[in-house]
């Protein structure tokens, strides 16, 4: 039976549209000047691979920024604008809940830590339909790795089996998802993965698409 539905974040329920000039405008915000030798630094460690997921602040204060946090604060205000939030999320959510199904979401917080996307699920108008918001660097795991989904479902009082996770990532998200024992939907509305062979349980190309899934399931003797 039913009980959860979980989203992933990024490309999931927002998309982010990278953009060189406000990148830059967001450096500027955060060290409070112009710095073209910050930003070439920046961007061979964060946009590299050298990075290893430490977290942002301790890589900005290696970078020099001399607050890391409020960097992280004022960066974010500029590029907020570059979210784009699903326009059906919100009644999406709703139309779970009205079933009696609870939601949450389970993601990767990287750069930006789980206080952050925090703050974003507020601003978007998202936290009050989210019963769980499970970030990895709150959690100490990363997707797909299977204690943060685990967390959600103690968070939450479900078996993983009651749950369908809905995401874009066929590793991190459905691969994950499925190794503890949750089914999965691909989410197919700002992006196609096609870098795994991984199979999900269902694709979703529009919110009406999980609501229908949904749907199914709740007619399933399983």
Same mark, same amino acid.
């Given at each position: 039976?039913?009980?959860?539905?979980?989203?992933?974040?990024?490309?999931?329920?927002?998309?982010?549209?990278?953009?060189?000039?406000?990148?830059?405008?967001?450096?500027?915000?955060?060290?409070?000047?112009?710095?073209?030798?910050?930003?070439?630094?920046?961007?061979?460690?964060?946009?590299?691979?050298?990075?290893?997921?430490?977290?942002?602040?301790?890589?900005?204060? $290696? #970078? &020099?920024? /001399?607050?890391?946090?409020?960097?992280?604060?004022?960066?974010?205000? =500029?590029?907020?604008? %570059?979210? @784009?939030?699903?326009?059906?999320?919100?009644?999406?959510?709703?139309?779970?809940?009205?079933?009696?199904?609870?939601?949450?979401?389970?993601?990767?917080?990287?750069?930006?830590?789980?206080?952050?996307?925090?703050?974003?699920?507020?601003?978007?108008?998202?936290?009050?339909?989210?019963?769980?918001?499970?970030?990895?660097?709150?959690?100490?795991?990363?997707?797909?790795?299977?204690?943060?989904?685990?967390?959600?479902?103690? $968070? #939450? &009082?479900? /078996?993983?089996?009651?749950?369908?996770?809905?995401?874009?990532?066929? =590793?991190?998200?459905? %691969?994950? @998802?499925?190794?503890?024992?949750?089914?999965?939907?691909?989410?197919?509305?700002?992006?196609?993965?096609?870098?795994?062979?991984?199979?999900?349980?269902?694709?979703?190309?529009?919110?009406?698409?999980?609501?229908?899934?949904?749907?199914?399931?709740?007619?399933?003797?399983?």
């Amino acid at each position: 039976m039913l009980e959860a539905v979980l989203f992933d974040w990024g490309n999931t329920l927002v998309r982010f549209d990278w953009d060189e000039d406000v990148g830059v405008a967001g450096h500027r915000a955060g060290l409070g000047r112009d710095d073209a030798e910050f930003t070439a630094r920046w961007r061979e460690l964060i946009l590299g691979d050298a990075h290893g997921y430490r977290p942002y602040a301790e890589l900005l204060a $290696e #970078l &020099g920024a /001399e607050d890391p946090d409020a960097f992280i604060d004022r960066e974010h205000e =500029v590029w907020r604008p %570059q979210y @784009a939030v699903l326009a059906s999320a919100q009644a999406l959510l709703e139309s779970l809940r009205d079933r009696g199904l609870k939601t949450g979401i389970v993601a990767n917080s990287w750069p930006d830590p789980g206080r952050i996307l925090r703050a974003d699920a507020e601003a978007f108008g998202l936290a009050p339909l989210l019963d769980v918001l499970v970030f990895s660097d709150e959690a100490g795991a990363r997707k797909p790795a299977p204690e943060i989904f685990l967390r959600a479902c103690s $968070e #939450l &009082g479900v /078996e993983p089996a009651a749950v369908l996770f809905v995401g874009d990532d066929l =590793v991190a998200d459905v %691969q994950g @998802a499925a190794s503890v024992g949750m089914r999965t939907v691909e989410a197919l509305w700002f992006r196609a993965d096609d870098s795994a062979e991984i199979e999900p349980d269902f694709q979703a190309f529009t919110a009406v698409d999980v609501l229908n899934i949904v749907r199914r399931l709740a007619r399933s003797p399983d």
